[in-house]
C-alpha cells in the first residue's frame, strides 16, 4: 500500500472570483488575486492511500464518508492527476489501483472561509505526490476544476489566478506573485461572526449573478483589470495603503453584485457590516489606513493588518465589540490569538 498526508491551507482573495464563463472547466470571467496563509494556520490535511486489493475510490470528509466515484469535480481531480502522472512518465503508483481519502478541516466547512479551496487544493497536492509529480502551474489547473479558489492555494504568498482566453482552460492557471517572505509582517485577522454552512452556495451564487446581475460584466471587463494591476503594485511596493483600499472596494464590489443578482445573494449580516463600519472609524481615528477588511461568501470577516499594527487593533476591537457581538477572533497569521468570545 502507498499512503501520502499532506496540508494545504487556507487563501483569501483580495481580488475575488465571482462568475464563470464555463461551469463544466471552471473558467473565471475574470482574474483574482489572493494572500495564502501559512500552512499551519487554517489547513486542510488529507491522507490518501492507494492499493491494489481497494474495490472503490472513497472518500471521507470530516471523519463522513462523501459520494465519490459520482462527484464529477472529484473524479476530474483524480483523473487530472493522472493525465498528468502518465505525461510525466512518473508512476509511483499503478493507475488502475483504486484510491481511499481522507480528509478534515481544522476550521468550519463552508462557511465563506475558502473551505473547498484548502479542501481541493490539498486533494489535488497529495494525489501529486501520490504518484510523483511536481507542483507547476498544470497541476493549478486540475485544482481549478475541484473549486476555481482551489489554484490559488497550491502556492504561498500572494498568487495571482489568471483567467486565461483559452476554451480548453489550459491558460487559466495561478502563478505566484511574490512568495511569502516578500511581506513577512502582513498578518490576517479572521472573526468569526458565524460558522454556519452559508445560505447559497458558491456555484449556484455565482451562476445566479452571471445570468441576473447588470453590473458583473462591467465588474469582470473593466473594474477587476484595472484592480489587478493596482494590487499587484501595492503588493510588489508592499504599499499597505494602496493595498488596503483596493481590498476594501474590492470586497464591497462583490457584495454590491451579490445584491445585484435576482433574487440577491446576502452573505453579509448586521456583525459583518458593524465591522466593516469599526474598520472605517479606526483607519480615521489613528489618521492612516491600518487596517482592511474583506468578506468571502459568508459574514465572517478576513482583517489584513501589519504585524506592528496588530495590538493596537486588537485592543481597539475588544473595546468596540461586547463578548457576544463577535464570537472569536479565530487566527492571526503566524500567531494565535486568544479567543476572547464569550
Ligand atoms: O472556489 P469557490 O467556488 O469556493 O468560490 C470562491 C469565491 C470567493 O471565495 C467568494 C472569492 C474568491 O476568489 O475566493
Redesign the pocket.
Known amino acids: 500500500m502507498h499512503t501520502v498526508t499532506c496540508i494545504a491551507p487556507v487563501n483569501i482573495?483580495l481580488i475575488?472570483?465571482?462568475g464563470k464563463r464555463n461551469e463544466e472547466l471552471i473558467l473565471p470571467i475574470n482574474d483574482?488575486i489572493?494572500m495564502t496563509l501559512n500552512a499551519n494556520e487554517m489547513c486542510a490535511k488529507t491522507t490518501i492511500s492507494s492499493w491494489e486489493t481497494f474495490k472503490a475510490n472513497r472518500m471521507w470528509l470530516n471523519g463522513e464518508e462523501v459520494t465519490f466515484e459520482e462527484n464529477a469535480r472529484l473524479m476530474r481531480c483524480l483523473d487530472g492527476v493522472r493525465r498528468l502522472a502518465v505525461a510525466n512518465g512518473a508512476l509511483k503508483v499503478p493507475l488502475n489501483w483504486k484510491v481511499h481519502i481522507a480528509s478534515r478541516n481544522n476550521f468550519p466547512t463552508a462557511a465563506g472561509l475558502?473551505s473547498?479551496?484548502a479542501g481541493y487544493a490539498c486533494l489535488v497536492y497529495t494525489l501529486a505526490r501520490l504518484y510523483g509529480i511536481p507542483i507547476n502551474e498544470e497541476l493549478t489547473a486540475v485544482a481549478r476544476q475541484g473549486?476555481?479558489?482551489?489554484c490559488r492555494s497550491l502556492y504561498g504568498g500572494f498568487v495571482r489566478w489568471h483567467s486565461g482566453v483559452l476554451d480548453d482552460g489550459s491558460d487559466s492557471v495561478a502563478k505566484q506573485v511574490v512568495s511569502p517572505d516578500h511581506w513577512p509582517n502582513m498578518h490576517i485577522l479572521i472573526l468569526v461572526v458565524n460558522d454556519a454552512r452559508k445560505k447559497t452556495p458558491?456555484?449556484k451564487g455565482m451562476q445566479r449573478a452571471v445570468t441576473t446581475s447588470a453590473l458583473i460584466q462591467h465588474r469582470a471587463k473593466v473594474v477587476v483589470p484595472r484592480r489587478t494591476e493596482e494590487l499587484t503594485e501595492a503588493i510588489q511596493l508592499r504599499d499597505f495603503n494602496s493595498f488596503a483600499e483596493i481590498t476594501m472596494k474590492d470586497s464591497n464590489q462583490?457584495h454590491a453584485i451579490a445584491l445585484d443578482t435576482y433574487p440577491p445573494c446576502v452573505y453579509m449580516n448586521d456583525v459583518s457590516h458593524s465591522i466593516v463600519n469599526f474598520v472605517h472609524a479606526y483607519n480615521e481615528a489613528v489618521g492612516s489606513l491600518q487596517a482592511a477588511y474583506t468578506f468571502?461568501?459568508g459574514p465572517n470577516a478576513c482583517l489584513y493588518v501589519l504585524e506592528e499594527n496588530v495590538p493596537q487593533l486588537l485592543a481597539a476591537i475588544q473595546l468596540a465589540f461586547p463578548n457576544d457581538l463577535v464570537p472569536s477572533v479565530e487566527y492571526l497569521r503566524g500567531i494565535q490569538v486568544p479567543n476572547f468570545g464569550s
Not at 473549486?147 to 482551489?150: E, L, P, Y
Request: glycine share 6%.
Open positions: 482573495a475575488k472570483y465571482w483574482s489572493s475558502a473547498s479551496a473549486s476555481g479558489s482551489a458558491s456555484t462583490f468571502d461568501a
